[in-house]
């Protein structure tokens, strides 16, 4: 399945070789943990578990913490 992704202000393409593709198999395929980074699908922050479509809008925000 190929999804555009919104990641750092730019839009990239990502290629993911599975019929059902979950929020983790994104941050995977850019590199990021799950613990550093969330998806946002269709402007709602979802689980690593949410299944992703062709037609959904997704965003990958990294997570900041500070003290």
């Keep these: 399945m190929v999804l ?4 750092r202000g730019k839009i990239q393409t990502v ?3 599975k019929e059902k593709v979950k929020a983790e198999d994104i941050l995977k ?4 943990s ?6 946002v699908k269709n402007g709602e922050v ?3 578990d949410e299944v992703i479509s062709e037609e959904d809008e997704i965003k990958v ?3 900041i913490s500070g003290g």
């Design 4 to 7: 555009k992704v919104k990641y």
């Design 61 to 63: 925000v990294n997570a």
């Design 46 to 48: 979802v689980p690593e």
């Design 29 to 32: 395929a850019l590199g990021l």
């Design 34 to 39: 799950s613990e550093y980074a969330f998806v």
């Design 15 to 17: 290629n993911i070789e």
